[in-house]
């Protein structure tokens, strides 16, 4: 292998070597070593190509693996920084969209469910000021128009009250 991570097999230039060739005062033992060497370093080449291409082929799946772990190492890092901890105490906030099945809790308890659905929306103007909630209306054994103006304005301001109430609702979505 090379620096360029090319794979280049080994090459071996085949001399044709014949017993005539050797000269006459080799041993039969050397002549046989030497005829044979030439088979035996065809072998040793093959294996050293099959090490390399096994070793190129590590390679490159390994840079392959380096590139899918780097990406999802940026996921991971996408999604710790949008995540909320269910061990950490302080203040967290989350920049995308929650998506519950059921409901919110807290402490086990049920603070927003689904929404309930079936309201016609009001009409008219909403009262988001403030009102005496615990205002009396004193009324007369014979009751004069003056009271019972001061009766309606005060029930159109409970209708106007819970006008706004309901458009707060609906603003946030438990009713519709």
């Known amino acids: 292998m ?3 991570n090319d794979y280049n097999p080994v090459e071996i230039q085949v001399t044709h070597i014949d017993p005539t060739i ?3 005062n080799f041993s039969t033992a050397y002549r046989m070593i030497v005829l044979n060497s030439l088979s035996d370093m065809s072998r040793v080449a093959g294996k050293a190509n099959e090490a390399s291409e096994d070793a190129y082929q590590s390679k490159t799946r390994n840079d392959e693996q380096d590139r899918e772990l780097a990406t999802q190492a940026q996921q991971i890092n ?11 105490a302080d203040l967290q906030s989350l920049s995308s969209s929650l998506n519950v099945k059921r409901a919110y809790s807290v402490n086990g308890i049920k603070v927003v469910g689904p929404r309930v659905t079936g309201f016609t929306a009001a009409n008219g103007t909403a009262l988001k000021g403030a009102f005496h909630a ?13 009271e019972v103006q ?8 409970a209708r106007q009250r819970i006008k706004a109430l309901e458009d707060a609702l ?3 979505g438990l009713i519709d």
Do not use: C, T, W
């Not at 996408?78 to 061990?87: E, T």
């Not at 001061?150 to 301001?157: G, S």
């Open 150 to 157: 001061i009766l309606a304005k005060a029930l159109i301001a």
């Open 2 to 4: 090379n620096p360029g």
């Open 22 to 24: 050797l000269p006459a």
């Open 78 to 88: 996408a999604v710790q920084a949008d995540a909320i901890s269910k061990s950490q």
């Open 170 to 172: 609906r603003l946030h």
């Open 134 to 146: 615990d205002e009396s209306f004193s009324i007369g054994v014979n009751y004069h128009q003056s």
